[in-house]
Every structure is written in structure tokens, then in C-alpha cells.
């Protein structure tokens, strides 16, 4: 326990925690104050700073800047082999995998319920009628809201606190399961940059080619599978990503 304690205290410190919390925090404010600000409603808000392009495209890079890539210098230092000497390689992994995913689940939870707090905070409370812009009456542009939007759904019938929650979950588990699989390309192939880049290059391979209820770029939002499937989604994410840096974990003490 006190060597978790220890680790996960050094991957809330480590320069690419704070680093990805802003990169990602400025870009959620920027998609905030071009595409949500002043909507009229917090629903359409909230929805659509997820929505836009700039969000999804480079989500996965920040969760992987927090403590990811830790390993590899660990690994070209020795200094694991000392660590390895103090307890069993599984041991050493399962910290790893729960100091990492809690990293990188906090670099993207913690901007996004700011940035929710914030469309809730300045906006209208409320939703508007049907969606996007659209012609009133008088031939006026006006912004409208879907409302049959899964997560506008769940804020209409539980309060829009409880849609704030399940966005800041769908983010958490998003951001864990890709700090893990970042963490996965440390152990088997111990390069920074690899660890660094791989993760999004297989993103982006999955945007293209996975259907949308495991697409994971879909799956963070949660409005289009729904927030159940799509937090049960999130956590076969996380869990595959886990089993991966558990086998690199076990090849490279094994080679070693």
C-alpha cells in the first residue's frame, strides 16, 4: 500500500499530468466559448462542447501525457529492475495499471466537469424545442435543442446534475482505459515516443473501422449508444487494456 500510495502521489505530479489537464482544459474552453456559449440552453451546451470535431479527434492524447510513459524510463534507466527486486513483477503491474488509469482518468473527468459546471453556471436552465438552427415564426434564426438525446434525456428526468455525472464517468473511464493502453505500448515496445503516438494512431484506426457501439470516440459521449451500454463499453475497454499491460508486464520480466 505504500508503494501504490507512493506512485499514484508521483503520477498526480508528474509534468505530463498538469500538461494534459490544460491542453485538454483549453481546448474544451475553446469549443465552450465558439460553438456552446450563450445557446440557451445548458442540455445543448453540454452536448455539443463533446460534440465538436476538435474534442473527439484528439481526446486520447491527454490521457496518455499523465504517467503512461513513466515506464519507459524506468526501463532504459534499470530503476525497475530495483523495484522489481522489492516485490513480484504482478504486484509491480497492478500498481502500475491503477496509478496510470487513475492519472489518466482524472486528466479527463476534472476538465470536463468544469467545463459542464461552467454551461450550467451560464447558461439558461432548461431546453429548447426541436434542434440546432432552425427558422422560427417570423423567419428569424434561433438555436434549437434535440431534445430525444439520450444524455438530454437523463437531465430532463433526473436533473441535469445527473447528466453532468454520467458525462464526467463516460470521460473518467475514457481517460483510464487510453492511459492504460498507452501503458500497454510502454511494456511491450519500452520507446516514450512509441508509447506516446501509438495510442492515437490505434484511435484513430478505431474511429474508422469500429461500429458504433464499440466505437470509442461515440462511447465517451454517450448519446449515441445510450449511457448504460456505453459505460459498460468504456469498462471492456478498460479491462482489455489492463489484460494487455498485464502480458507485457509478464513478457518483459520474463525476457529480463
Known amino acids: 500500500m505504500k508503494f501504490l500510495w507512493m506512485d499514484v502521489k508521483r503520477s498526480f505530479a508528474a509534468p505530463g499530468f498538469f500538461a494534459g489537464i490544460f491542453g485538454l482544459g483549453a481546448l474544451l474552453v475553446y469549443n465552450f466559448v465558439t460553438e456552446s456559449l450563450h445557446s440557451g ?3 445543448y451546451a453540454i452536448v455539443n462542447i463533446l460534440a465538436t470535431s476538435g474534442f473527439t479527434v484528439f481526446l486520447p492524447v491527454f490521457p496518455v501525457m499523465g504517467y503512461a510513459a513513466r515506464f519507459c524510463g524506468e526501463y532504459e534507466s534499470g530503476y525497475y529492475r530495483l523495484i522489481l527486486a522489492r516485490m513480484k513483477p504482478q504486484k509491480f503491474a497492478r500498481i502500475r495499471i491503477i496509478s496510470a488509469a487513475l492519472s489518466g482518468g482524472v486528466i479527463v473527468a476534472l476538465p470536463y466537469l468544469l467545463v459542464c459546471l461552467a454551461a ?10 426541436a434542434n440546432l438552427l432552425g427558422l422560427d415564426a417570423s423567419g428569424v434564426n434561433v438555436l434549437r435543442v434535440e431534445t430525444d ?3 438530454v434525456m437523463i437531465g430532463q ?4 446534475g445527473v447528466m453532468v455525472a454520467a458525462k464526467v464517468l463516460l470521460g473518467f473511464l475514457f481517460g483510464a482505459a487510453w492511459a492504460l493502453v498507452g501503458l500497454a505500448f510502454a511494456v511491450w515496445i519500452p520507446n516514450k515516443y512509441v508509447s506516446l503516438l501509438a495510442p492515437f494512431v490505434l484511435y484513430q484506426s478505431l474511429y474508422i473501422l469500429m461500429p458504433n457501439r464499440l466505437n470509442p ?3 465517451v459521449r454517450g448519446d449515441d449508444t445510450g449511457h448504460v451500454l456505453s459505460i459498460v463499453a468504456e469498462c471492456v475497454w478498460l479491462c482489455a487494456a489492463a489484460v494487455a499491460v498485464m502480458a507485457g508486464f509478464r513478457r518483459r520480466c520474463r525476457d529480463e
Open 157 to 160: 428526468a433526473y436533473g441535469i
Open 41 to 43: 440552453s445548458p442540455y
Open 217 to 219: 470516440a461515440l462511447l
Open 120 to 129: 450550467v453556471y451560464l447558461e439558461s436552465p432548461g431546453v429548447a424545442n
Open 149 to 151: 438525446i439520450e444524455m
